[in-house]
């Protein structure tokens, strides 16, 4: 019996890329696919329903030596997070019609090889989009970043910066519910308006609208910072240093301000850490997926009380894939960028 | 009965310092002192026997607004950790003839107005003047750095740079009895021969011969470092990021480096911290004296049976110290320094 073929949209590398990533260095291709596993394989044929934008997928863009994660391959279809469903498998643990999340292609159909590193989605009452964000990696790491590097305790004050985005939004909610007073800083007055009203961030700004980064903060917290998540770096990092209170804590999740640089901005005041005796660790959400299922207990009783709120930014179609993901280093996306490839 | 007073040569702060402080900043005069404390004081009337030179001093003659220390008084003694006699007591825990060591004045005599922050010496068959180094705050600071805040495991690799300084030539020694590699920079082919010779480091190298820090570094720990001491700051901690292990642990005790400079230089590779999965921590010996004891038990021991070594660069008399304590920021010592007002 003939496999049965498909078309197969993908948005593929043109070249690696430097400084900030034009739409043009993406190019959407349209090749065939076949629709079943290669006989004997363990692999698993996916059909891809939304793909996650997240900012480290800028550093992939890049040529890359001997980081945590590898390049893209120019010519090929860039990969990312994803919601899919099974078509076929030839894996035990997974059979057709299941519907799971993890690394992906930016394609219609993807043959995933290595399906033992994707999570299988059992709670379909929420919606599904939400497991390339809340209930997803980006949920795991303001998660994992939040209660297990911070140690965050009641009455602490919290600082976000890129707080609307995927994670940001998360972190700011989850202080709340700790008991924490948190401010978050974005970089637009719609952002601003999300932060307060939708959120419930104690308080919001734009930096884009504070010449003096340190004076923005000494405003927010007059008697300094006990915990701040990074999203950022460069002159948010420096400004946040001399805010620090006694034993803050820091947990960097990403420095989004510094992927498109050739060379990063200098920090200047890390002294700091020892005038503060401040913490500062650098974690990656992949240490911390065995603790999804209990990141799951915690958060889905708070989505369905509504007692958690998630704003999404849904590009529709892969044809619109490269602006969106594009997008995000420029601040366009209002809460987490997804691109819907398919509706099941 | 009038009280008997006595001469007291006394090193005084001209006026604030910028940028590399020079010994005329510094002023040897001589006053009068009482010999006695004022009745019905809690005070302690102390001679002082040896004064530490410490890199921290040197913020103490900016003018600071806020830090962790205040700044020494312009037209007044400086201060820092010294041994020192008691000669008169007004305090319940102190009496004439003890032994102490803590935050004294650079003179002859001091009066000590709050002796609850002094540690009485118990142990006098080492050199009393170890009680401004291995047996005082630096030896603390190595112990609380380098144990308490880097969980050193066996087998581990660490770099401590400053490292023939009074807290590196410990942390080194604790490191290899801890079964690590450890590996040290110093500014001198002397310095570099006490690491390797007299302290038992597994390498060292003198990064003023490495115009490329990162090659160095690379050349010592081709598979990384766990550990890494930080007593210098800039281009050295640069150089350290790019080449740090998966989880590995920076303990940032000072940044000497950076103290003579009105901007502190920009460090541009924090994002490792992400990559590498990195904690650094600043912290202060003050947090950790309650534990003073237990250092005790654990490195008397090592002494006696000639386990530890300890290197002093021993200035002669008052009037010799301010040179001693500027040619710190130079490099000039070689070993611990520490100004001898009187042999007892």
């Known amino acids: 019996m003939a496999a049965v073929e498909a078309s197969n949209k993908q948005v593929v590398l043109r070249d690696y ?24 394989s363990n692999a698993v044929l996916v059909k891809n329903l939304y793909l996650s934008c997240d900012p480290y997928m800028r550093n992939r863009m890049s040529k890359l030596v001997g980081s945590y994660i590898e390049s893209f391959k120019p010519g090929s279809p860039i990969a990312g997070y994803g919601v899919c469903k099974v078509i076929d498998s030839g894996h035990p643990n997974f059979k057709k019609g299941d519907l799971v999340w993890g690394i992906t292609g930016w394609e219609e159909y993807s043959l995933i090889t290595a399906p033992e590193t994707f999570f299988k989605i059992k709670h379909t009452d929420v919606p599904l989009s939400y497991y390339t964000g809340l209930l997803g990696m980006p949920g795991m790491t303001a998660y994992a970043g ?8 009641k009455g602490e004050t919290v600082f976000v910066s890129a707080a ?8 700011g909610q989850f202080a709340k519910s700790t008991g924490c007073y948190v401010v978050g800083s974005a970089g637009s007055k719609e952002k601003v308006e999300l ?6 961030f104690d308080d919001a700004f734009n930096y884009k609208e504070e010449p003096d980064l340190d004076a923005a903060l000494k405003r927010y917290f007059p008697d300094g910072i006990d915990i701040y998540f990074e999203n950022v770096g460069g002159k948010m990092l420096d400004a946040v240093l001399l805010n620090m209170k006694m034993h803050g804590r820091i947990a960097v999740c990403g420095m989004v ?3 498109n640089l050739k060379q990063p901005e200098g920090i200047h005041n890390l002294f700091q850490i020892v005038v503060k005796r401040i913490r500062m660790e650098g974690f990656l959400v992949f240490e911390y997926y065995p603790q999804y299922p ?14 958690i709120v998630y704003v999404e930014d849904i590009a529709e179609g892969l044809t619109s894939g490269p602006a969106a993901l594009v997008g995000l280093f420029s601040g366009k996306n209002v809460g987490k960028q997804v691109v819907a490839v398919a509706r099941e």
């Open 146 to 153: 939040f209660f297990k590097v911070c140690s965050p305790k």
């Open 17 to 40: 890329v430097e400084g900030f990533p034009r739409e043009s260095d993406l190019l959407v291709t349209t090749g065939t696919v076949r629709l079943s596993v290669p006989e004997g």
């Open 195 to 200: 932060l307060k009203n939708k959120f419930k």
């Open 294 to 307: 209990e990141y799951l207990e915690m958060v889905l009783p708070l989505i369905r009380e509504g007692k």
């Open 257 to 259: 301000s510094q992927y």
């Open 164 to 171: 609307s985005g995927a994670v940001g939004q998360l972190v």
